[in-house]
């Protein structure tokens, strides 16, 4: 008994974001729809004129202008790779990838999935500018894969849910390092250095044992400017300062325990059942101290993934959607079937994700460096294969940066959105027509003559 609460304690943060992520891509879908639909209305004109408003920032002599388009990529953005970055540092601690042989397969599955798409991207890009777009078919949108995941419902097993998670997570750390270290301009080095000044900052308030948000909040902004300065994209400023929030904790389960039981008896002796809590300075000031110590009890970074997580899952995605999912179907369509960007981008995700994700997970659990969850067979890996296709946001926003010209742009926005809709698709069709796999049980102990 105790092992499997331990379990079920180690996967609650993940089944969460699992939860969160699903119902979130239903929105997701539903604003590219509106999106895709605005773009080519009698009102297109509109959508782009919203996008292309300049919206300026000042303070004093020092100033940021840009379009709002830009402030949702460069600003906002950073807000999700925050998150990410938050995701990224419990996993590697508490959670699936903490461990080798946890870590093995979807880490395995996660570099297939990664290096297939590119080699493919490269097939039908070997040459020109058009090669800077290997990148954009490497990503998988979790909140979309998930969504399509719980229209299964409980045919889907949880190994698998959480496999994917743990797989997309690994796929956004690839898709970090790839911004970082292949869609970087021109170096300011001077903003570059003060960045990592101030990232160093960052660490020493972690070191000196600093839990409040606000010193934290305050020197992010200074490092996104920095960043946006320096010619490194300004969202991995967002990454940077997840990974300075603090992991450690003031209070174990004991010590938690003793102070809410010495607390709550205190409560409990400060007056009558019924009386109302208003009443009883004693019990307000109890409730004070529930309060702190429950704060001193949780992770920082706990904390702030889950206040972040409704923001950016309800709000800075779809946003994101809205902005960039308006694509002109009228002239894109034209000239995305004869681009081999839209083409290289299509067949990465359709073709080169599940290839390499199946291809990966088979030398993993054959090399005996990880196992299949329970209740997971192969065809969920090659149904989940076929979801890691649907790339929708990361891949939009790495197309963004790779693309330089519109019309490039274009077409491999329309790849992406004819990949993500075949692959979800595909993938849908392959999961519900796969149940749970039962794997035998182990023969009964013999007892001993």
């Keep these: 008994m105790p092992r499997r609460s331990t379990r079920r304690r180690l996967l609650q943060p993940i089944v969460q974001f699992i939860q969160t992520e699903a119902s979130s891509g239903i929105l997701l879908m539903a604003m590219a729809l509106i999106a895709l639909i605005w773009a080519n209305s009698p009102w297109a004109s509109y959508y782009k004129e ?7 920032v000042a303070v004093g ?14 600003g906002l953005m950073a807000v999700f790779f925050l998150l990410v970055g938050l995701e990224i540092k419990r996993e590697l601690l508490l ?5 080798f042989r946890r870590a093995a397969l979807p880490v395995a599955a996660a570099i297939g999935g990664m290096v297939f798409p590119a080699l493919l991207y490269f097939a039908f890009n070997p040459s020109g500018p058009a090669t800077r777009g290997w990148g954009i078919p490497m990503a998988t949108d979790i909140a979309f894969a998930l969504g399509i995941l719980a229209l299964l419902g409980p045919r889907v097993p949880i190994g698998l849910k959480v496999f994917l998670a743990a797989l997309a997570i ?20 001077s903003a570059l250095l003060g960045g990592f000044g101030v990232f160093a900052l960052l660490l020493a308030l972690n070191r000196a044992g600093v839990r409040k948000p606000t010193p934290y909040a305050l020197a992010g902004v200074v490092l996104w400017v920095l960043f946006l300065k320096s010619g490194v994209h300004a969202t991995i400023a967002g990454v940077l300062l997840a990974l300075t929030i603090p992991t450690r904790v003031h209070l174990n389960a004991r010590e938690y325990l003793d102070q809410i039981r010495a607390v709550t008896d205190e409560f409990e002796g400060s007056g009558d059942v019924g009386e109302h809590v208003l009443m009883s300075e004693a019990r307000t000031t109890a409730i004070e101290e529930i309060e702190r110590a429950s704060e001193e009890a949780q992770m920082p970074l706990e904390r702030l993934e889950h206040s972040l997580h409704p923001w950016v899952s309800y709000f800075i995605m779809p946003i994101f959607a809205l902005a960039n999912a308006g694509i002109p179907l ?17 067949a990465g995700l359709v073709l080169g994700k599940p290839i390499g994700i199946f291809v990966m997970s088979w030398l993993a659990v054959k090399l005996n460096l990880g196992a299949l969850p329970d209740g997971v067979g192969w065809r969920h890996i090659f149904g989940v ?4 296709g649907v790339g929708f946001t990361m891949a939009l926003f790495i197309a963004e940066l790779a693309l330089g010209t519109p019309e490039k742009l274009v077409v491999a926005k ?16 392959v999961l519900r027509k796969q149940g749970r796999v039962r794997r035998p049980s182990p023969p009964p102990a013999t007892p001993p003559s």
Excluded: C, H, R
């Excluded at 919203?50 to 300026?56: A, H, P, Q, R």
């Excluded at 294969?385 to 890691?388: K, Q, V």
């Excluded at 329309?414 to 069709?429: E, W």
């Design 414 to 429: 329309m790849g992406i959105m004819a990949a993500s809709l075949v692959a979800g698709l595909l993938g849908f069709l």
């Design 385 to 388: 294969g076929m979801l890691g």
């Design 170 to 189: 690994v796929d956004d750390l690839g898709a970090v390092l790839v911004i970082a270290l292949f869609y970087t301009a021109e170096i300011n080095m």
């Design 50 to 56: 919203l996008w292309d408003t300049k919206i300026t």
């Design 61 to 74: 002599t020092f100033e940021i202008s840009k379009k709002a388009i830009l402030w949702i990529n460069d």
């Design 95 to 99: 959670g699936q990838l903490s461990s």
């Design 330 to 346: 009228g002239e894109g369509v034209q000239q995305a079937a004869g681009s081999p960007i839209a083409w290289g981008v299509f």
